[in-house]
């Protein structure tokens, strides 16, 4: 295998240790005895996010016989044709923007939900996504107005956290308001996470868990990003009404209904990091995870990640012998000036292939868990110090490409995309850096010692 070969391997490695199916099938055991301690008659499954069929399927084949009702809300093309329980129903909507099939969706699932009882164990299955797959706009708001201001807290550069919170303040169902619809009934909730640090108030904005924010702090994201006067004048209302208190909040900690609540991780960006790092090792390289946080604009932090793989080396010296992997993951943004195609990992691939220009001997591998990559059918970029070479002999000035969000076009040119397809799995970004020393010998290192 050549450099680029070995990042991709590590990458599927790393994909499928936080494959959904298996993660939620390790916990049939707790599920089991959850369900016979609490002597319950009957399981609804409500599953929504990139990876909902496959862990709806986990479920399903444990349990299909005691499953009385049940819906998968997923993105569209992420659902499978393997069966599932005869009683679950299967939804495809839109993602990131909402549409109206995901509202259609949330409305049947809140019915189901509401159906429960105490003889009934809710098994909500949450993933990354699920923001704006389960999608049900509080009153009086319309569908048209939550995706204006999704839109707009996408293209200003807010973070997960950011834009969730406003979510939260906007729906009849996040933010702990779907385990409020299932009170009394018992909610188990397993989540694949898709956030720094695993937040369960964030992954999927908190359907099943208490919300610590509040309208206030809603209210703080939009003015931070100059929004508050660019949203919906309705969208304003509810939360200026909400931060003067005459809405109610979110359900906080504290609240009774999460007595009735369990809400757990499966799978996570670390645990996808973990594989990463010990295939690397597999593969002969010296592997360090540099962290599970990224975050920042991602043209920045490809910048930054270029110059601490140089310092790296600097500092190592031979130490650390001819190969070295450096894998890191989380999410960043994009402040979208421009009117290019592209994504986050496409900019942060472009950014980190300026920074090594001319370096032979380091390659990167930037892509979305779940093979998507802002609106285009890219996971992502592979890059490594000829990159920015080949574009220039094509005469493209890659500045002018980033300036207008352009990646994807400036990669599809030199070859440079990196296209998975939907992987049904979501934990965030992964990068994956390979450096061969012997390679590097023969660059000029611009000052770095090798």
Request: with cysteine; charged share 20%; hydrophobic share 40%.
């Amino acid at each position: 295998m050549n450099m680029r070969e070995k990042a991709i391997d590590i990458f599927n490695v790393a994909l499928g240790a936080v494959d959904p199916c298996l993660v939620v099938k390790r916990q049939g055991p707790y599920l089991e005895a959850l369900y016979q301690r609490g002597g319950f008659k009957t399981i609804t499954v409500v599953a929504f996010g990139k990876a909902a069929f496959a862990m709806a399927k986990a479920v399903a084949d444990q349990f299909d016989t005691v499953i009385e009702r049940g819906i998968v809300i997923t993105k569209y093309g992420h659902s499978q044709k393997d069966r599932l329980a005869a009683r679950i129903e299967v939804h495809e909507a839109g993602h990131p923007l909402p549409d109206e099939n995901g509202v259609a969706a949330t409305n049947r699932a809140i019915e189901l939900v509401s159906a429960a009882d105490r003889n009934t164990l809710v098994v909500c299955l949450i993933s990354g996504g699920g923001s704006s797959l389960l999608v049900a706009p509080t009153e009086p708001l319309s569908l048209g107005e939550k995706q204006a201001v999704t839109r707009l807290l996408l293209q200003c550069g807010a973070n997960i956290t950011e834009l969730n919170t406003v979510r939260k303040h906007l729906s009849r169902v996040k933010g702990g308001r779907l385990a409020q619809i299932a009170y009394p009934a018992q909610v188990v909730s397993l989540m694949l996470s898709d956030v720094i640090n695993d937040r369960i108030d964030v992954i999927a904005s908190g359907p099943t868990a208490p919300d610590e924010s509040t309208y206030g702090d809603a209210l703080r994201v939009l003015d931070k990003y100059g929004l508050t006067r660019k949203v919906p004048q309705k969208v304003r209302e509810v939360i200026l009404a909400g931060a003067e208190g005459k809405r109610p909040e979110t359900p906080k900690t504290g609240d009774p209904l999460f007595t009735a609540v369990e809400n757990t991780i499966v799978g996570s960006i670390r645990t996808a990091l973990g594989a990463a790092r010990t295939r690397g090792v597999e593969l002969g390289f010296d592997t360090t995870i540099l962290t599970s946080e990224l975050q920042g604009e991602a043209r920045e932090i490809g910048q930054w990640l270029a110059r601490t793989v140089l310092e790296h080396l600097r500092r190592s010296g031979d130490s650390s012998g001819r190969l070295t992997c450096l894998v890191s993951g989380g999410e960043t943004t994009v402040t979208v000036r421009g009117n290019g195609l592209g994504g986050r990992n496409m900019e942060f691939a472009v950014s980190f292939a300026m920074e090594v220009e001319g370096l032979r001997g380091i390659t990167l591998l930037s892509a979305g868990t779940d093979g998507m990559d802002g609106p285009t059918d890219a996971a992502g970029g592979i890059v490594d110090g000829e990159t920015i070479g080949k574009a220039k002999v094509y005469g493209f000035v890659p500045e002018r490409y980033l300036a207008n969000n352009d990646s994807y076009h400036l990669l599809e040119r030199v070859g440079d995309l990196f296209i998975t397809g939907p992987t049904g799995t979501n934990v965030m970004d992964i990068q994956i850096v390979l450096v061969d020393r012997s390679l590097l010998l023969d660059s000029t290192m611009s000052g770095v010692d090798t």
